[in-house]
């Protein structure tokens, strides 16, 4: 096993701190997840083996542009969930006249 550095991030489970290390894809939607977005990272915790998404701690970011890195990821999510439906019956409405 490679040799990792833990994080100073809180765990959401048991609440201690320096136990967090970034966790690889176990499955299919990780991947598609780690693909999708580059703000939410797979972490677990050594200590109670939780596993979860957490957003990712920029070096040398303030908390305004942290803050508005989370608002304008969940701004692009929010657009895509809106507009996809509607692209994808457009797209399928023009292959079934064919």
Do not use: D
């Not at 320096?18 to 780690?34: D, P, T, V």
């Not at 580059?38 to 200590?47: A, D, F």
């Amino acid at each position: 096993m490679a040799n990792q550095m833990a994080m100073s991030r809180r765990c959401p489970r048991c609440k201690t701190i320096g136990k967090m290390y970034k966790s690889h894809a176990r499955n299919k939607f990780e991947k598609l997840m780690g693909a999708l977005t580059s703000v939410l990272v797979k972490y677990r915790c050594h200590q109670c083996n939780w596993r979860g998404y957490m957003i990712k701690a920029f070096k040398n970011q303030s908390r305004f542009a942290h803050w508005m890195t989370i608002f304008g990821t969940l701004g692009a999510v929010a657009i895509a969930i809106y507009f996809l439906p509607k692209i994808l019956i457009k797209f399928v409405s023009v292959f079934a006249n064919r």
